[in-house]
């Protein structure tokens, strides 16, 4: 089943001489169980195509389905795109937008609650998966103590506890070092492949680019794609 498509996205920033198009129809398609990089030149629109499924910053132009859902279409939103963010999609972009005043342990957990989770299998559920991420001695402790590569994954954590059908993932190794960098991977992999979620990644780490489906190169806003199987 098809998780993602996206056609002749376009997006256009400013008007007349300061008219700045970002992306320029970009199709992307990405089946249930797959994992899928998007690489490019820093300025080249992958986080803002990345923001534009989302519909955190909708295109200008062109078509967005989820799961066979026709959420955007001719200019406009067709759905409520925070239920859709908060239900069927995980989120982690460049800023971890942690909640401070929350513990690691709640910030996570606080995406079940929100979708009707009881209080202590959110918990239970959350405590397991920061444990994964080598995070799990950290739980109790606010934001504010953690490194920047602590924040990311715990933001990871956070986007993934709902097993989401759809994962969109901005530079989630960018902080990390190897070890650590592999293991979120690891995870994204596993809720793709065996979950049947599809993971797209926005990447320039060499790295991690084992283990992808495909990959997408973006460049001057033109998408192209390259099968590695």
């Known amino acids: 089943m098809r998780q993602v498509r996206a056609e002749n996205i ?17 199709s992307i398609a990405v089946e249930a169980g797959e994992v899928v990089a998007l690489m490019g030149p820093s300025g080249s629109g992958k986080t803002t195509l990345l923001r534009a499924i989302s519909l955190i910053d909708p295109p200008t132009r062109g078509t967005i ?6 959420i955007f279409e001719s200019e406009r939103v067709l759905i409520d795109d925070r239920l859709l963010r908060r239900r069927r999609m995980g989120i982690i972009f460049q800023a971890y937008n ?43 402790t606010y934001p504010s103590t953690l490194s920047g590569g602590e924040q990311q994954r715990v933001a990871v954590a956070r986007a993934v ?30 809720l793709g492949h065996e979950k049947k979620a599809a993971v797209i990644v926005v990447t320039h780490d060499e790295r991690m680019v084992e283990g992808f489906d495909r990959i997408y190169h973006l460049s001057d806003g033109h998408l192209s794609v390259e099968h590695l199987k």
Do not use: C, W, Y
């Open 98 to 140: 942690l909640i401070p005043f929350l513990t690691v342990l709640e910030n996570v957990a606080l995406v079940l609650t929100l979708n009707g989770i009881s209080n202590r299998e959110s918990l239970k559920r959350s405590r397991l998966l920061l444990e994964q991420l080598d995070l799990g001695h950290r739980a109790d």
């Open 10 to 26: 376009t997006k256009v920033f400013g008007q007349g001489e300061t008219e700045v198009v970002a992306l320029k129809d970009a």
């Open 65 to 70: 389905e989820i799961a066979g859902e026709k």
């Open 161 to 190: 506890v709902n097993n989401p059908a759809v994962i969109l993932a901005d530079e989630p190794t960018a902080a990390l070092d190897t070890e650590r960098g592999k293991a979120v991977m690891k995870i994204l992999r596993q």
